[in-house]
């Protein structure tokens, strides 16, 4: 049994294997394009569509997976708390 407040140690290693086989985020096309392309979204749609929190993350709806068009689709886009993105959109991906 695993202590509250701790994490698995072999869910811990297999989450870093896996991350060390990711391409980078700007190998994933998180570059100076987007830096900017997501302040202006931001800036336009400054509260997370799932709580009344300022929105810090530009999530893809669908993910896109290195789809170029569906990257750039700002239908695709919506803005996101940090804690709704990394707690929901998390689980639903996992889940998918």
Not at 30 to 49: F, I, Q, V
Not at 57 to 72: A, E, N, Q, Y
Request: proline share 8%.
């Amino acid at each position: 049994m695993i202590p509250a407040g701790q994490r698995c140690p072999t869910s811990t290693a297999r989450k870093a294997e896996a991350d060390k086989r990711r391409p980078s985020a700007r190998e994933r096309g998180y570059g100076t394009k987007w830096d900017s392309e997501r302040a202006a979204y931001l800036k336009a749609h400054p509260t997370c569509m799932r709580c009344p929190s300022p929105a810090t993350v530009v999530d893809h709806i669908v993910p896109h997976r290195g789809d170029t068009k569906l990257f750039w689709d700002r239908s695709n886009w919506q803005p996101l708390c940090r804690t709704c993105h990394d707690r929901w959109k998390q689980s639903q991906e996992k889940r998918a």
